[in-house]
T-cell receptor, first 117, second 110 residues
Framework: EAGVAQSPRYKIIEKRQSVAFWCNPISGHATLYWYQQILGQGPKLLIQFQNNGVVDDSQLPKDRFSAERLKGVDSTLKIQPAKLEDSAVYLC???????????????FGEGSRLTVL | GNSVTQMEGPVTLSEEAFLTINCTYTATGYPSLFWYVQYPGEGLQLLLKATKADDKGSNKGFEATYRKETTSFHLEKGSVQVSDSAVYFCALRGNTPLVFGKGTRLSVIA
């Protein structure tokens, strides 16, 4: 079974530029998450989708971050304009069970490492 | 809100030593508790989980028991190997999506 796919693996940009990350979850997984992991910290949730609807985006900096999952399958996370503090690994995860079930496992991709200069 | 506190690293152990990584949590209701592991160059993967009080999760020789009275979920292994070198994250999932601790880096030397 294919895992969660993310691209690109690495990206270096200058501040004020824009960047987009792509995620394809495990087939059949209805719930998709984007997490931000800053060096030395645990992952922090940015946004959660259930199919193509947003369940939780309370920690997404909406002035510069946006995300979509138009057909309920793959997803794109965009940052525009980027700031130095956005340097982090952006992790995509998916789960089979509904977001309201707190027992289910999340499956993570390898992440996209962003460096903002 | 929900939160997880785990012991600061890095932790360096000799092969076959006993490992404990402490994890305590704050949550409303009845969360599920997880340990995730991140091996060098790889993504996060589930190590073990427990979904109710007094449950014990176990995998690959690692164990953790969900202790509601002490709000803890400490990770233990009786004899670590070099291949266990990784970053370990304690996490909980209650009425919110998965919340992680800061991670503990474990290095095992031969």
């Amino acid at each position: 079974e294919a895992g969660v796919a993310q691209s690109p693996r690495y990206k270096i940009i200058e501040k004020r530029q824009s960047v987009a990350f792509w995620c394809n979850p495990i087939s059949g997984h209805a719930t998709l998450y984007w997490y931000q992991q800053i060096l030395g910290q645990g992952p922090k949730l940015l946004i959660q989708f259930q199919n193509n609807g947003v369940v939780d985006d309370s920690q997404l900096p909406k002035d510069r971050f946006s995300a979509e999952r138009l057909k309920g399958v793959d997803s794109t996370l965009k940052i525009q304009p980027a700031k130095l503090e956005d340097s982090a690994v952006y992790l995509c995860a998916s789960s089979l069970v509904a977001g309201t079930d707190n027992t289910g496992e999340l499956f993570f991709g390898e992440g996209s490492r962003l460096t903002v200069l | 809100g929900n939160s997880v506190t785990q012991m600061e690293g890095p932790v360096t152990l000799s092969e076959e030593a006993f490992l404990t990584i402490n994890c305590t949590y704050t949550a409303t209701g009845y969360p599920s508790l997880f340990w995730y592991v991140q091996y060098p160059g790889e993504g996060l993967q589930l190590l073990l989980k427990a979904t109710k009080a007094d449950d014990k999760g176990s995998n690959k020789g690692f164990e953790a028991t969900y202790r509601k009275e002490t709000t803890s979920f400490h990770l233990e292994k009786g004899s670590v190997q070099v291949s266990d070198s990784a970053v370990y994250f304690c996490a909980l999932r209650g009425n919110t999506p998965l919340v992680f601790g800061k991670g503990t880096r474990l290095s095992v030397i031969a």
